[in-house]
């Protein structure tokens, strides 16, 4: 019996290698998804190969998307200077300069687009609305109103039929995401989380310092970034 097909919108970073497992161990046949927007460096495309060979995903996709050419994320406009150290408070507090406008409305779109021509049932999102709690495209209410739009959208909504969005980590903690990634037998150590390009993670950046709180919380210290693993006893 043929597994049904899902979507998985797959950047390389642990939530979505995650979100990978989780579909497989769903039942899904995978399509990965991922997008070269411009971001600064192309390492987290290179640790998207590396997960889905992984997982034997034999159809991964990528899809060049410039939101680069407007700028106003620290991640796409090399003039802004990435957030480092700062406090947790200071990063709960609000929305980040990571943040990249419009960047999962386009991502999600394009994904169910692929999804109604192939026929997938699903598409899998690694959004968490936890760690990240200022990014307004990363919330559960987010994604209710672009289920509803894929239903009045598409003509598979209108057969009554939609691709669903399925975010499994949404309200997860990192640790927990951690927790799920080990259960299902995530690469974790072919993912990469990091804002920086290079051989290895700088663990000073927001993504590292959170990723790596998260593994050393969970047990594993010795995935964390070599500067923090190595600190660790």
Known sequence: MSHPTAIVLLSGGLDSATAAAQAIADGFALTALSFNYGQRHQRELEAAKAVAQHFAIADHRFIDVNLAQWGASSLTDLT???PQAAPQADIEAGIPSTYVPGRNTVFIALALALAEAKGAKAVYLGINAVD???YPDCRPEYLAAFQQLAQLSSKAGLEGHAPQ????????????IVRRAVAL?????????CYEG???PCGRCDSCRIRDRALIEAGYPELASPIVSQACP
């Open 165 to 176: 969005l399925v975010a499994p980590l949404v309200t997860d903690s990192k640790v927990d």
């Open 198 to 200: 290079g051989a290895v």
């Open 80 to 82: 802004q200077t990435l």
């Open 132 to 134: 990240y709690s200022g």
């Open 185 to 193: 037998g995530v690469p974790i150590a072919a993912t990469w989380s």
